[in-house]
């Protein structure tokens, strides 16, 4: 059971450069979000998604899109990347029905922009 | 709007010692509180939870954590800590009348990293 699957675990941009992280889960889970991962900070929400094409803004979302096209993927895309989008990011589900309150994390994807 | 607050940014303590680690919270209504810990280049998981009933509610590892409502605390103790303990620990809340819309949306405190020396 893979459970949360996130790639990649490293990747370093240059400013203004695009790219996606990607996310699985394999747990038939309803609910996705993404986090970021700041020090002293804790995790704060991006983005989230309750279902296939349901999406909504979290705490933080300037500069980062997403989609939700099937239960099992939930993409953070990077349109424009800036220094400050420097992170540790992570993709979390759960399910809305059962053991609801339980989220179940990625390992995470560390990124850095030049 | 909800928050967490977590004072202490480390926690230093010997093997065999007792371990608490603080979280108090502010949310309206009857909160749904949880602890997660992260070991290092690792995600978060899950080690428990309160949502209602006795105050003080067990988890993995042999963790607990303690439900005060008139503190608004929500503190995680462990009786004998192991070096194996070593890991960054985070309080969360959800609060319950968040619309259904929102699904599981959680607050994170800023975390506490806990050091047991052997």
């Known amino acids: 059971n893979a459970g949360v699957t996130q790639t990649p675990k490293f990747q370093v941009l240059k400013t203004g450069q695009s790219m996606t992280l990607q996310c699985a889960q394999d747990m038939n889970h309803e609910y996705m979000s993404w986090y970021r991962q700041d020090p002293g900070m804790g995790l704060r929400l991006i983005h989230y998604s309750v279902g296939a094409g349901i999406t909504d803004q979290g705490e933080v979302p300037n500069g980062y899109n997403v989609s939700r096209s099937t239960t099992e993927d939930f993409p953070l895309r990077l349109l424009s990347a800036a220094p400050s989008q420097t992170s540790v990011y992570f993709c979390?589900?759960?399910?809305?029905?059962?053991?609801?309150?339980?989220?179940?994390f990625g390992a995470g994807t560390r990124l850095s922009v030049l | 709007a909800q928050s967490v607050a977590q004072p202490e940014d480390q926690v230093n303590v010997a093997e065999g010692n007792p371990l608490t680690v603080k979280c108090t919270y502010s949310?309206?209504?009857?909160?749904?509180l949880f602890w997660y810990v992260q070991y290092p280049n690792r995600g978060l998981q899950f080690l428990l939870k309160?949502?209602?009933?006795?105050?003080l509610v067990k988890g993995s590892y042999g963790f607990e954590a303690e439900f005060n409502k008139s503190q608004t605390s929500f503190h995680l103790k462990k009786p004998s800590a192991l070096v194996s303990d070593s890991a960054l620990y985070f309080c969360a809340v959800r609060d319950p009348l968040s619309i259904k819309a929102a699904g599981n949306k959680l607050t994170f405190g800023g975390g506490t990293r806990v050091l047991v020396k052997p």
């Open positions: 979390a589900s759960s399910s809305l029905m059962r053991d609801k309150n339980i989220q179940y």
């Open positions: 309160y949502i209602t009933g006795d105050n």
């Open positions: 949310v309206s209504g009857n909160p749904y």
